[in-house]
């Protein structure tokens, strides 16, 4: 078989591959206490900033979602809501894309939200930062207003680990959509999401970003993921964040989006091509294009998509 290894370095991953070089062990070292005086690079570095960096695009995200939803409802989004959404990234550029557009931005955790207002709508134009809205509440909160378009992105709806846990949110977003309105999950997926690894990506200035798969068991499809940072003078975010998630599967999530009562569900994946430095490996695109068959693959990402 000729199939070559899919990475995609301009957008997020967990199974995101990086080249055999910069692939690591299966568990990401722990640091080792650098000798030096003064604060190390990691001890001054904020974690939300890095995550956004490493693995947040969102004017790729808002392109698809915007190109999709006019295809499909002959409208224009204008009111999304951003699940899960931590630091409010893509809430933010939704509102930057068009001065008409709002968001709703919705997250457990009352710290990574002020953050959000602190950094992320502080530092995005004011036209746009005053019409988003945070709102710190669970994602299966049904009070919350009615939009066009709901995401869940980078995969968060993982922590919900039964059927009807997950059920029960997708039937909830039905709820708070509009009638024309759509669902959207980012998904991930291919052979190398099942293993334990550790891969390595490089992003400028001497930081090294590590996703680690510490667990994954084939009998209930938990999986604990870490992620790591590494700083040129070697010292380490060790594992910053992690994720105690159940990885679903396409027909899984396809399954229980129908039984939460949407009409259609859809499956994109990203447009891959020879990587520009090594024709041996692929590179992501970033332009998701619909599929009801694709090769089986060490690494796949891409959205599922559910038209109430
Ligand atoms: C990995 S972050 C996602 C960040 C961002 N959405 C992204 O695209 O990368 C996951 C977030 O989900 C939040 N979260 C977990 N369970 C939740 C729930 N039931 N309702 C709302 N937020 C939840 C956490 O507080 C955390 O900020």
Redesign the pocket.
Known sequence: MSKKTAKSPAK?SPAKKAKPAARKSAKAAKPKKPARKGPTLAESADKFAL??RS??S?SVDIEFFDAEFQKHRGRVPLAVR??????A??SAEWCKSDPRRTALG????GP?LDWGRTHTLASAPPGAAERVTLAQ?????TRLAPVDLIV?????YC??KTRDELRG?FAAARQNLVDDGVFAL?VYGGTEAVVELSDERELRGGLTYVWEQEKFNPIDHHTLCHITWKFRDGSQLYRA?T?DWRLWTLPELGELLREAGFSTVKYYFERVEADEDDDEYLTGTGEFVEHTEIENQEAWLGYVVALK
Do not use: H, W
């Open positions: 997020k995550y956004q693995v947040q969102p951003e699940d899960f959404c931590g630091t990234l893509f919705v997250d457990l955790d990574t509440t669970d994602v299966r909160d869940a992105m980078n995969f968060s922590i919900f949110y980012e964040f994720y």
